[in-house]
């Protein structure tokens, strides 16, 4: 079992940048695939960015390919999202999930997830 905790979300405008944090709970965090999803108004939720175990392999939607950037730190039990140059389109609730079924990229099965953070991008 693991609980995960986000913060770091708020209101940007365009072109700017902001760092999620999500911090987990437990000793066994750096067995966890990690992995930032979002979900806007109206749409599904969408696997934006997810990172291995060891932090050696990253995935990132095409959305947000050279924009983003996820990291974690296994001695301080977090998973991070850098998010720059922010879009409108960027706006949604960001959430941070672990998976106990390890990494593949653009397929990771969440089994623990967080109570979100808001992501709101102005124009």
């Known amino acids: 079992q693991v609980q995960l905790v986000e913060s770091g979300g708020g209101l940007v405008q365009a072109g700017g940048s902001l760092r999620l944090s999500c911090a987990a709970s437990g000793r066994t965090f750096s067995s966890y695939a990690m992995g930032w999803f979002r979900q806007a108004p109206g749409k599904e939720r969408e696997l934006t960015a997810a990172i291995s175990s060891s932090g050696g392999g990253t995935y990132y939607a095409d959305s947000v390919k050279g924009r983003f950037t996820v990291s974690r730190d296994n001695a301080k039990n977090t998973v991070y999202l850098q998010m720059n140059s922010l879009k409108p389109e960027d706006t949604a609730v960001y959430y941070c999930?672990?998976?106990?079924?390890?990494?593949?990229?653009?397929?990771?099965?969440?089994?623990?997830w967080g109570q979100g953070t808001q992501v709101t991008v102005s124009s």
């Open positions: 999930a672990a998976s106990t079924g390890g990494f593949i990229p653009n397929k990771l099965r969440a089994d623990y």
